[in-house]
């Protein structure tokens, strides 16, 4: 909270396999600044280019957008909240 108040700074908390708002909220990060994602290329690159723009956004000294999340969110949502490792390693390995 200091630095947030004192210096202007932004967190944000992203995470796969866990309950990343939750997680978040432990450590003083609010719900909209955290987002679940699946920890895979098409998650990844979703979570690249959200960062990519609230930095850019930031840079120009303008507020990261409510809405900055949005395509993680609704990746995540689409392709099943539960058990996102389970289903990785599943799509990604063989039992023998």
């Known amino acids: 909270e ?3 108040k004192e210096h202007d700074w932004e967190f944000i908390f992203l995470g796969a396999n866990i309950d990343a ?3 978040a909220a432990r450590i ?3 719900a909209s600044r955290a987002a679940n994602y699946h920890a895979d290329n098409q998650g990844t690159k979703k979570n690249f280019d ?3 723009e609230a930095v850019s956004c930031l840079r120009q000294n303008c507020t990261i957008a409510e809405g900055w999340k949005e395509e ?6 689409s ?5 996102s ?10 039992t023998v």
């Open 2 to 4: 200091t630095q947030k």
């Open 21 to 23: 708002i939750s997680t």
């Open 28 to 30: 003083g990060i609010g």
């Open 50 to 52: 959200a960062i990519s």
């Open 72 to 77: 993680i969110d609704a990746d995540f949502k």
């Open 79 to 83: 392709r099943g909240s539960k058990g």
């Open 85 to 94: 490792k389970r289903n990785f390693l599943a799509t990604h390995f063989q």
